[in-house]
């Protein structure tokens, strides 16, 4: 198994920034890619960005050019970074991880922090 414990969230005006952190434990070997994904209410949860092990990332295109994705591989941390935040980026935000072996795959979630953006 594996763990993932996230810091960071809370309120903040428009325009503001917030920095939100996930530490992965357990057998964080084989994990492939590490990211984040949100869900505002009653909406479907959505994938925010994500880093793969070679350092490729992908982002949700409502992000592109104002949330940064960073992994340190050596202390098994994601990090993301909230810049020029708008209302509509208010939801939980979950830290995911992703274990690929041969034959298997298995993610894992965080228990989700709460962004809220007011205008």
């Known amino acids: 198994q594996v763990q993932l414990v996230e810091s960071g969230g809370g309120t903040v005006q428009a325009g503001g920034s917030l920095r939100l952190s996930c530490a992965a434990s357990g057998f964080i070997s084989s994990i492939n890619s590490m990211g984040w994904y949100r869900q505002a209410p009653g909406k479907q949860r959505e994938l925010v960005a994500i880093?793969?092990?070679?350092?490729?990332?992908n982002y949700h295109d409502s992000v592109k050019g104002r949330f940064t994705i960073s992994r340190d591989n050596a202390k098994n941390t994601v990090s993301l970074q909230m810049n020029s935040l708008k209302p509509e980026d208010t939801a939980v935000y979950f830290c995911n991880a992703v274990r690929i072996g041969s034959g298997w795959y298995n993610d894992y979630w965080g228990q989700g922090t709460q962004v809220t953006v007011s205008s």
């Open positions: 880093q793969s092990n070679d350092g490729s990332t």
